[in-house]
């Protein structure tokens, strides 16, 4: 079945730096999406990909989508506190989303 | 609206007992789902429904039951609890995902389970 990889497990990262996470699938994609989970929360949408190579931005937040729509990045310029959180990629698989392990974002102020 | 709530927050069950875990949702949403998150281990899906009286299995649907009698409500029911159980399980729901579009998933607060 499908299988959706995310690296790294774990990101720290200095207050102000920048940096990117890396989501992989075995299979070609319809779409992918991320969420963030806050530390004791519950995972929240952040964004959709559709198209092949598409690109979108959220303000410090930055989504790619790869051309083989196999592959998905998400970076974070000028990283800041309110960055902490688990961020989960999740594929599309028939009638549900197969989700990624997460990559848990720390800082260091 | 409240979105998905879920009930209660926080159990702690005995080897053998069982349990139902509550999840409802007031966003007329055809599909829902179950997830258990273990630590490091993402999200995994034990069951979903595409609408009332509907189910289907998921990833680890082992030692859990469902039912979806109504749009509003799915219920996760726990037989036998066994300490391979304690997680936090998550309930979420989400439009109709339509041929080649998804909608996003709505996730609940969770609830925190202990087994031991």
């Known amino acids: 079945g499908q299988q959706v990889m995310q690296i790294p497990q774990y990101q720290h990262v200095q207050e102000g730096e920048d940096f990117t996470t890396y989501c992989n699938s075995s299979?070609?994609?319809?779409?992918i999406q991320w969420y963030k989970q806050r530390p004791g929360g519950h995972p929240v949408f952040l964004i959709q990909?559709?198209?092949?190579?598409e690109v979108k931005k959220q303000k410090r937040l930055t989504f790619q989508f790869g051309e083989a729509k196999k592959n998905s990045s998400l970076h974070i310029t000028a990283t800041q506190t309110t960055d902490v959180g688990t961020y989960f990629c999740?594929?599309?698989?028939?009638?549900?989303?197969?989700f990624g392990a997460g990559t848990t974002v720390t800082v260091r102020a | 609206n409240a979105g998905v709530t879920q009930t209660p927050k926080f159990r702690i069950l005995k080897i053998g007992q069982s349990m139902t875990l509550q999840c409802t949702q007031d966003?007329?949403?055809?599909?829902m789902y179950w997830y258990r998150q273990d630590p490091g281990m993402g999200l995994k899906l034990i069951y979903y429904?595409?609408?009332?009286?509907?189910?289907d299995k998921g990833e680890v649907p082992n030692g859990y039951n469902v039912s979806r009698s109504t749009t509003e409500d799915f219920p996760l029911r726990l037989e036998l609890a066994a300490p391979s159980q304690t997680s936090v399980y998550f309930c979420?729901?989400?439009?109709?995902?339509?041929?080649?579009?998804?909608?996003?998933?709505?996730f609940g607060p969770g609830t925190r389970l202990t087994v031991t």
């Open positions: 979420a729901s989400s439009y109709l995902l339509l041929a080649g579009d998804s909608y996003e998933q709505y």
């Open positions: 299979t070609t994609l319809s779409n």
């Open positions: 990909l559709v198209k092949s190579g």
């Open positions: 999740a594929g599309r698989n028939d009638y549900k989303l197969s």
């Open positions: 966003m007329n949403h055809n599909y």
């Open positions: 429904s595409v609408g009332a009286g509907i189910t």
